[in-house]
């Protein structure tokens, strides 16, 4: 079971630190974690999806909230969110390959954003799961380099917000 904690904290030092030692001496699992300030420099909002079973994922809110640096903790499930990654991918090419590259980059929705004689760079901005399908697709190519964000998610919009 996997869930997602949006965690607003006070931006400044030592904070993130701080926050991934409590999983790490509870021995709570991290699968994804994104960090960034919000629209107040004073705050930042960390996007953190966890996985393990019902009571783990309850003694990881109780805790979380216990954090003097935290100010807010919203926690929902996939279906509850919009949750997107983006990821960057250098791949080597060559006359042979080229258009099909571009091709699967279309059919995903993917940009090439950097080029060179024999390298691009490919970006692509989607759930968790298509991003894995991505590389899975790209693997017959040479993958030189990929780098991603981690999820950032934000729950649904429901009819009672303004």
């Known amino acids: 079971m996997k869930k997602i904690y949006s965690v607003l904290v006070e ?4 904070v993130l630190c701080k926050v991934s030692g409590l999983f790490s001496r509870r021995s709570f699992n991290i ?9 107040d420099p004073t705050t930042s909002c960390m996007t953190i999806v966890s996985s393990g079973d019902e009571r783990t994922l309850e003694q990881i809110e109780k805790q979380l909230n216990k954090k003097l640096d935290v100010i ?30 571009m091709e699967t980059c279309e059919i995903m929705k993917a940009q090439i954003v950097d080029m060179s004689k024999k390298t691009m760079i490919i970006q692509i ?38």
């Open 11 to 14: 931006n400044r030092s030592g």
């Open 31 to 39: 699968d994804s974690l994104a960090v960034g300030e919000t629209d």
């Open 72 to 101: 807010k903790v919203k926690t929902f499930d996939e279906p509850a969110s919009i949750s997107r990654e983006l990821m960057l991918m250098k791949v080597k090419y060559n006359k042979g390959n080229r258009r099909d590259i």
């Open 125 to 162: 901005c989607d759930v968790p799961e298509r991003i894995q399908l991505f590389i899975g697709m790209m693997q017959s190519i040479s993958i030189v380099e990929v780098a991603r964000t981690g999820t950032l998610a934000l729950q649904k919009c429901l009819e009672t917000d303004n």
